[in-house]
């Protein structure tokens, strides 16, 4: 069993990681901008801070009144990918909701890739292949290949379970290898 362990943790930690943004003590998360539903009349409020754990926290209130029903919080980068790279993984805390990784290779392009995610209320870390994120805009899929770029020039994540709740979602860090 010790050796299963072992060849797990050697192939898990020694794959090339590309950090796209990691929540910890002094780190800055002022170019983190939330963007809810307000923009087209809704109601629903979010925020993102970093707690006295250096994680970040996204969490806030979504309401589905005036045709709301979203909260995002996104963040520009460039980000260059190497060839080997499948994966996107996040290291998070949630509530048991569904959010989406929202991914964009051209900060100009007016749709996102995305993938919907599902988290618990323990910590762990969810695997996600590029791959498999597909192309959405204001929540229409589009006739457009899945991610095959080789940078990424902004991240988001997004709740939107066309229902009124309050959420919390704790991240850790979102790295891509």
Known sequence: MKYIFALFFM?????????????EEGCNISDWRVTNDTVMGGISSSQIYLNDS?????SGLVSTENNGGFAMTRKPLLVNLND???FVELRVKGDNKNYQLRIKSQRN??????????????WEIIKLSLKDFYASFRGYRLDIDNFNANKIEEIAILIGNKKNEKFKLEIDYISVY
């Not at 020694?14 to 929540?23: A, E, G, P, S, Y």
């Not at 250096?54 to 996204?58: H, M, P, T």
């Not at 392009?109 to 323990?122: A, E, V």
């Open 11 to 23: 192939i898990h930690f020694t794959q090339d990681k590309t950090v796209l943004f990691d929540f």
């Open 54 to 58: 250096e994680n970040g926290v996204f």
């Open 84 to 86: 080997s790279a499948k």
């Open 109 to 122: 392009q007016r749709y996102w890739h995305i993938q919907t995610f599902k988290t618990s209320d323990s």
